[in-house]
């Protein structure tokens, strides 16, 4: 594989993007889950709750801090790395960027004040009243991001004249056929991931041995959000195959390695293939890839033989769809176990095997995403815009990517270190215990 200007661009924005998405993920999952955690606390009159909120924020407030710089850094990679791309497409989308800006800073600005007017209301509602907007905000920023790149893949509001775009609308670019269905896949996801997370850090805390009731209710709060949030995120899964299967074909059929059009199409899941494209050792769900493509299993799904060798995304995409969908449902699985084991009394939802899928449920659940996006990222190649322009003719064609690559790479092991070195000592040194005792002192 050869290192030019165009595969050390792309080297360089999927580091920034696989950085950047943990903390974007963690950016849209949590308000919710903060706001949550407060009405329930503040409707019950629950300390438990209120402390949860509480320590959530703060931690939260850390990762917008590391999210604001690799956000910064992916507006600066586009013009810097793709001038081609944003040459042609930068007048179409700049609505959206720029209101995912707006977005990021009404979040922020609420945020702040949310953060320092704990018990400075009388009615402790107003203080909740203050997570609308964070919530508000920061699913927004995801909203606006997400349509740049559904345009990427479904671009309308523009013609292209002599390599220019004219005639635009940025509303018709916004919302072009593929916005609405990864909207609700990204969102779905994040808020599923988050509170995955959030869960597999209670579940830890408990297998350490601590077991009171602050760690408890957390562990509780957070399996119910996930195990809704898994079944939200699996509807937007079916709705994003259908999408694929009616609007670009192509990556349907490379993450199912389906060839030949056909009706009754068997789904594949995992499996080898040789160099004459035959597949091996796969399982197979007969007639399965039909009725996810149109709820039908006489639907005719389109194949990759329709489409030129060079217009085909590559087909090592299959394994990051089956990883993504095969997480989605063990976190599925593993929350459905525990609210089951919750609710009947003689079974004990704290045993360690469960505690250690709960633990492995987080990390794996960002993983998820992390193969999402590659999948949706590669599965458009060899587009940048699809139908438009390749990737090949929007990468700078400058010198000085490769030193690049290796200062952001620094720059990204740093930030992650001190993030978790923060978040840590954040935590270590105000137990919740101590946090709870010295906050509710008749509790």
Same mark, same amino acid.
């Given at each position: #594989? ?19 998405? +943990? ?8 308000? +919710?889950? *903060? ?26 407030? *850390? ?6 710089? %690799? ?6 990679? &586009?013009? &810097? ?13 700049? &609505? ?29 509602? %107003? ?7 964070? #919530? ?15 345009? #990427? ?72 959000? %996930?195990?809704?949030?898994? *079944? ?94 095969? +997480? ?12 089951? &084991? ?31 996006? *590659? ?21 700078? %064609? ?46």
């Amino acid at each position: #594989m050869e290192l030019d200007s165009v595969m050390l661009s792309r080297m360089l924005t999927s580091m920034t993007l696989a950085f950047h998405i +943990i903390f974007a993920t963690i950016g849209v999952g949590v308000p +919710i889950m *903060i706001s949550i955690a407060e009405f329930i606390g503040i409707k019950r009159n629950d300390p438990y709750y209120l402390l949860l909120a509480r320590r959530w924020a703060r931690g939260f407030t *850390i990762t917008v801090a590391v999210g604001v710089v %690799t956000g910064t850094a992916i507006g600066l990679q &586009l013009s &810097l790395l793709w001038p081609s791309f944003m040459e042609v497409a930068g007048q179409v989308i700049a &609505l959206p960027l720029f209101m995912e800006t707006f977005a990021f800073f009404f979040e922020a600005i609420f945020l702040g004040i949310y953060l320092y007017t704990w018990d400075r209301f009388k009615n402790r509602m %107003t203080h909740w009243l203050l997570t609308i907007p964070v #919530m508000i905000g920061s699913s927004a920023s995801a909203l606006f991001i997400t349509t740049v790149n559904s345009f #990427m893949n479904t671009p309308q509001g523009f013609d292209l004249e002599g390599g220019k775009a004219v005639n635009i609308d940025p509303i018709a670019a916004m919302f072009n056929p593929a916005t609405p269905s990864k909207v609700f896949h990204v969102l779905t996801t994040s808020y599923m991931t988050a509170a995955a997370v959030l869960a597999a850090i209670a579940a830890f805390a408990i297998i350490r041995g601590k077991r009171s009731e602050y760690e408890r209710k957390a562990l509780r709060l957070t399996m119910i959000c %996930t195990f809704i949030f898994s *079944i939200l995120t699996a509807v937007a899964g079916d709705v994003s195959a259908k999408f694929l299967a009616e609007v670009q074909p192509e990556k349907l059929a490379a993450a199912e390695w389906h060839f030949e059009t056909e009706e009754g199409a068997d789904l594949i899941l995992f499996g080898t293939l040789d160099e004459n494209n035959e597949i091996k050792y796969e399982i197979r769900l007969p007639k399965f890839l039909s009725f996810l493509a149109g709820n039908s299993f006489d639907t005719k799904v389109i194949g990759l033989n329709e489409f030129p060798e060079d217009e085909r995304p590559p087909l090592w995409v299959h394994y990051m769809f089956d990883l993504m969908v095969s +997480i989605g449902f063990f976190v599925l699985a593993v929350s459905g176990i525990y609210i089951l &084991l919750d609710k009947i009394k003689r079974f004990n939802q704290l045993n360690k095997p469960l505690l250690w899928m709960i633990v492995a449920s987080g990390p794996l659940a960002m993983l998820a995403i992390e193969f999402g996006w *590659i999948y949706a990222e590669v599965g458009r190649q060899p587009w940048i815009l699809r139908g438009y322009m390749k990737v090949s003719e929007a990468a700078t %064609t400058g010198d000085g990517v490769g030193l690049t690559f290796i200062l952001f790479a620094l720059l990204y092991l740093v930030l992650g270190v001190i993030c978790v070195f923060v978040l840590i000592r954040m935590f270590k040194n105000t137990p919740a215990e101590a946090e709870l005792e010295q906050r509710f002192p008749n509790l």
